[in-house]
Structures are given as structure tokens and as C-alpha cells.
């Protein structure tokens, strides 16, 4: 029986890990490095240890301002078409700002684009060197017909993951102006299953993921009231269905580490965490630590990744488990980073 304690140092050399040096099993995930600078360094900010490494805030902060896609300037104009951020260096583009020729594929992606303002918050940045209105202007031309999103201007596939991102984008920028958020909203409602969780488009299975996207990505957009009470109520009790011990993303599915964050947080921004059993939900994460190397796993049989290592915490924090900072759900980052957030809006240099 392991003992049942979080390893925090572990989790510190971890996520300090993935920052330097990722296992080869990784490698396909270099085209979206961003995301797991963002686990890290999330995880890191979760267990307050941003100073325990030997990386400076100020070279994290460099290397995602490095990945920031300006508008391209030519012929006098300014083609804004493709802002957001990258996910890395991947098609070997020019760190050279601004470009004179749009490079093909080398765009925004809005899940990058979230997880790189998220991580300059987490870091305590101004985001003063944000171009605000050019990312604005870029999720416009992301959005479809049918109020979904794609993730990047050469097209892609929708769904609700892309909803949420444009959503928390929105959110940070507190700029809702470029996008048809009516219709957005009602495509999130639409897909609301008669199960009572939300799939990943309209007329699909709910799924744990999708749910939390749709709920937060309500709250994000302020319309969390176009839910019907009896809405609400059908939501909660599949999500609180969910839970096991841990939490299974559907029925009859294996528990799975990250579902504790997924529906936990979903539950808590619906006001209902409270029923969650949390003593079944803790030692579900506990045991799922690697108290070799430290990060959390999906299952107790697979080895750590970066996601569920943060994602992991993340449902600890919500049951506000010693050593870890509390969160802030709706954008999946630390309280501490969402207050900054609110006092930059505030400020006039906004
Ligand atoms: C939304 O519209 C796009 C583009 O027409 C289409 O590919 C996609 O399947 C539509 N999504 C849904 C859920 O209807
Ligand atoms: C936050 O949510 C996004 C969007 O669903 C997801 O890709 C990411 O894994 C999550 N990370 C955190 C911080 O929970
Ligand atoms: C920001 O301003 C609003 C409106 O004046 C106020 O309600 C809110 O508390 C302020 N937030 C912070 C973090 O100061």
C-alpha cells in the first residue's frame, strides 16, 4: 500500500522536466509545445514552486512571446488574418517580426493561443505585448456558419474544444466584439445530450471533456442562464454519475485521472462540487502519483504525462488539498493568476 501523501518535490522535478528535456514518446507532440509548457508551468504555479526551478519567468516569458503570430505587413497593409499564437517552431518560420508573406500553416491556433495567454498570466506578464486587437480580429475568421469554431485559418475541425478556447480568449481580452457569440451559444446548447452531458457537437454522446468545455465556455460568455433549471439539474446528476471512485468520462468507461478536473471543475461552476465524495476522489489521484519520478497518470498501470499531471493537481485543488494553490476553474488556472488577470482589465493601461 503506498502512503497516501502528495510528493510535491517529485512533481516539482517533474514538471521541471518537461520544460527541458521530453521523453522520445513525446515527440509528436511538438507542433503543440505551448500546451505543455502551459501543464508545467501551471502545475508548477498549482504547487507555488515557479521559483524552485532553474528557469527564469523572464526567459519562459521571451520564448512564448517568440511564438506570438503578428500581422503580416505588406504593401502598406496590415492582414490580420492569421494572429494568435503558435504551438512551436515546427514549420522552421522565421523568428524575424513583423512578416512581410503569410506562410501557409504557420498561423494561430486558438488552443495555442489560450494556453500562451493562460501561461503569460501564470507568469505574472502585463500581456502589454499582446496585439490584442489583431488576435481579436483573428477569431473571427475562425468561426463557421454554424457557430462552431475551427482551430486555425486553413481550416480544421470544430467542436466544442475550440468553442471553449475562443471563449477563455474572449474572456482574457474582454473583448467579445469579433465573434457571433449568440450563435456559438446556441450551438453549445444544441449538443446537449438527453444524457445529460454535452458532446462534442450536436447529436453526439456526452463525454466528460466536451462537458466541462460547453459549461465553462457558458460561463466565460456570461449566459450560464440560458440553461433551463431542469437543464441544470439533468447536468449535475450526470456529472456527479461520473464519479466511481475517481471519475469515468462516460458510462461504463474506466476511471481516468483527468475526469477528476473535467467534471469536478464542471461541477463546481455549477455550484454543486460539494456532493462530490472526496475522500474516494483523493485517494483515487493519490494513488495515481508517481512517487519515482513524480507527475500524476492516467491510470495506475500507464506511466506520467504532462496533462494528467496537471490536470491531477487540478482536481486536488479543487478539493483544496494542502500544498497546492486553489483555482480558478472556468480557465483551468490558478486562482492567483485569474485575480491578475482581473486587476490588468482594471488598469489603465488595459
Ligand atoms: C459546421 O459547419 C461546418 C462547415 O460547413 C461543417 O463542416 C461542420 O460539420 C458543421 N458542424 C456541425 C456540427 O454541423
Ligand atoms: C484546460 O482546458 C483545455 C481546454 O479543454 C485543455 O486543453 C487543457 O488540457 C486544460 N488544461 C488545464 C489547465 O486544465
Ligand atoms: C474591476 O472593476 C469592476 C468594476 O468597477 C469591479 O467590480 C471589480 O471588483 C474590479 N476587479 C478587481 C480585481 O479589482
Not at 36 to 44: K, Y
Request: net charge negative; proline share 3%; aromatic share 12%.
Amino acid at each position: 500500500m503506498m502512503e497516501e501523501i502528495l510528493v510535491v518535490k517529485r512533481h516539482i522535478k517533474y514538471f521541471e522536466m518537461c520544460l527541458k528535456v521530453l521523453p522520445g514518446r513525446y515527440a509528436s507532440l511538438d507542433n503543440s509545445r505551448m500546451t505543455i509548457a502551459f501543464f508545467a508551468i501551471s502545475g508548477l504555479d498549482l504547487l507555488d514552486a515557479l521559483d524552485k526551478i532553474n528557469i527564469s519567468p523572464a526567459d519562459m516569458i521571451e520564448w512564448i512571446y517568440s511564438l506570438q503570430v503578428l500581422p503580416v505587413e505588406k504593401d502598406g497593409l496590415s492582414d490580420m488574418s492569421a494572429s494568435g499564437f503558435r504551438g512551436s517552431t515546427w514549420t522552421g518560420a522565421s523568428f524575424v517580426q513583423p512578416q512581410t508573406d503569410k506562410i501557409l500553416y504557420d498561423s494561430g491556433h486558438v488552443a495555442m493561443t489560450y494556453t500562451a495567454l493562460c501561461t503569460l498570466l501564470v507568469l505574472g506578464d502585463d500581456l502589454s505585448r499582446v496585439d490584442k486587437q489583431a488576435i481579436a480580429y483573428g477569431l473571427k475568421n475562425l468561426q463557421l456558419e454554424n457557430g462552431s469554431f475551427q482551430y486555425c485559418v486553413e481550416g480544421s475541425e470544430d467542436d466544442m474544444r475550440f468553442i471553449y478556447c475562443v471563449a477563455a480568449v474572449c474572456y482574457i481580452l474582454n473583448d467579445y466584439s469579433t465573434i457571433d457569440v449568440e450563435k456559438a451559444v446556441n450551438y453549445i446548447i444544441d449538443s446537449l445530450s438527453y444524457e445529460g452531458g454535452f458532446g462534442q457537437r450536436p447529436f453526439t454522446e456526452a463525454v466528460g471533456g466536451s462537458t466541462y468545455c460547453a459549461v465553462a465556455a457558458l460561463y466565460l460568455f456570461n449566459k450560464l442562464d440560458r440553461l433551463k433549471p431542469s437543464e441544470l439539474a439533468l447536468i449535475t446528476q450526470w456529472c456527479l454519475n461520473r464519479q466511481q471512485s475517481g471519475f469515468q468520462g462516460r458510462p461504463n468507461k474506466a476511471v481516468d485521472t483527468c475526469y477528476s478536473f473535467w467534471l469536478g471543475a464542471t461541477l463546481q461552476i455549477l455550484d454543486s462540487f460539494q456532493h462530490v465524495n472526496h475522500k474516494a476522489n483523493r485517494d483515487w489521484l493519490l494513488s495515481v502519483q508517481d512517487y519515482m519520478t513524480g507527475g500524476f497518470s492516467k491510470w495506475t498501470t500507464t506511466s506520467p504525462d504532462p496533462l494528467h499531471s496537471y490536470l491531477g493537481l487540478a482536481g486536488l485543488a479543487l478539493m483544496h488539498e494542502e500544498g497546492v494553490q486553489s483555482h480558478f476553474s472556468p480557465l483551468n488556472i490558478s486562482q492567483r493568476a485569474a485575480n491578475h488577470l482581473h486587476n490588468l482589465q482594471n488598469s489603465s493601461s488595459w
